[in-house]
Structure formats: C-alpha cells, structure tokens
C-alpha cells in the first residue's frame, strides 16, 4: 500500500529555518506529482507547493521566496526546505500524492514562535 511518512517538523523563533521530508513507498515515485500542504487551527488545508515528475514547481503566493520544494527520485523522497519562517506559517504539514483524493501521510507540527 502507499505510505507517506514525514519528518523534520519541530519548534523554531521566528526567521528560522526547517526542512521536511518524506519518504514514499508502494507508488513509482518518480512518475507522481508529490505536494506539500498544511491545515492551521481552525482553517482549510491548503497547497504549499507541489513539484510533477519533470520538475514543474508551484508554490501558494504566501511562501513565494522563503520555501524550496524538492525530489531526489532515488530516494523516493521530497523535500520541502522551509526559510525566514513567520508565526502564521504554524500549521500540521502534510505530504501528499495525486492530489486531494489522493494519498496522504501522517503530518508532522511546525510551530514558529514571535
């Protein structure tokens, strides 16, 4: 079966800096769209960036500058490096592939102090 499994959440101050991973099995990674998204307290889950099989990279306006999203197909993992993060970036960050109706892992809590 696909799992998604995330990592490198945790606490930081204000302009600092974080790195997520996740590491896919059960799906031929390199061929999939992969996406990060993230559900803050009591709001949607929205998209923060998604990068397709050939590389294609979109990010929400919002992190435009300060996040990097990244694959390493040989390793089934995609990475999303987070800069110069702010409190309203707080939220449960979650991998994603396929969209929507698509396959999801656990999420993992990024929290920004002011």
């Known amino acids: 079966q696909v799992q998604l499994v995330e990592s490198g959440g945790g606490l930081v101050q204000a302009g600092g800096s974080l790195r997520l991973s996740c590491a896919a099995s059960g799906i031929i990674f390199s061929i999939n769209t992969m996406g990060w998204y993230r559900q803050a307290p009591g709001k949607q889950r929205e998209l923060v960036a998604s990068i397709t099989s050939v590389g294609r990279i979109n990010y929400a306006d919002s992190v435009k500058g300060r996040f990097a999203i990244s694959r390493d197909n040989a390793k089934n993992t995609v990475y999303l490096q987070m800069n110069s993060l702010k409190p309203e970036d707080t939220a449960v960050y979650y991998c994603?592939?396929?969209?929507?109706?698509?396959?999801w892992g656990q999420g993992t809590q990024v929290t920004v102090s002011s």
């Open positions: 994603n592939t396929r969209g929507p109706m698509g396959f």
